[in-house]
């Protein structure tokens, strides 16, 4: 894991407190909100798809996700240039450094007792139960 990490998309939530966003706070959201080309949602969402299926691709799909991973390393150049006069960088960097230990937490899961779960579950008289066991 990096020392110092800068994460964006907190940054962007940050700044945008309070304020309603006119796109959301995805990236598309946050270069929408300072003026900046974004490539179009559907075309996002397609090469999310694409992804998502899993592969193997074929060389067609293959340059088109790596052009679509492009795009957003782009994007996120022309974001960070134009958010960093806005950003406290030292508390960033805390925000950055809590980003990381949330991701780890949500990689490792949630440790369970898994039979006191299932006792639960068959104690459980709501409609919901299939929800939640």
């Not at 490539?39 to 090469?47: F, L, P, S």
């Not at 240039?81 to 809590?98: E, F, H, K, T």
């Amino acid at each position: 894991m990096p020392a110092r990490i800068l994460d964006l998309f907190i940054e962007f939530r940050n700044y945008t407190n309070g304020v309603p966003t006119t796109a959301g706070n995805s990236l598309i959201g946050a270069l929408t909100h300072f003026g900046l080309d974004s490539i179009g949602i559907a075309q996002k969402e397609h090469w999310r798809e694409v992804i998502l299926r899993g592969g193997p691709w074929n060389r067609e799909e293959v340059a088109g996700i790596l052009d679509y991973c492009q795009t957003d390393v782009d994007a996120l150049a022309s974001l960070l240039s134009v958010m960093l006069p806005r950003i406290d960088l030292p508390r960033a960097i805390y925000r950055g450094r809590y980003m990381a230990a949330v991701a780890a937490m949500e990689f490792a899961g949630t440790p369970i007792d898994l039979p006191l779960y299932h006792r639960l579950c068959d104690r459980l008289v709501t409609d919901s139960r299939e929800a939640y066991c």
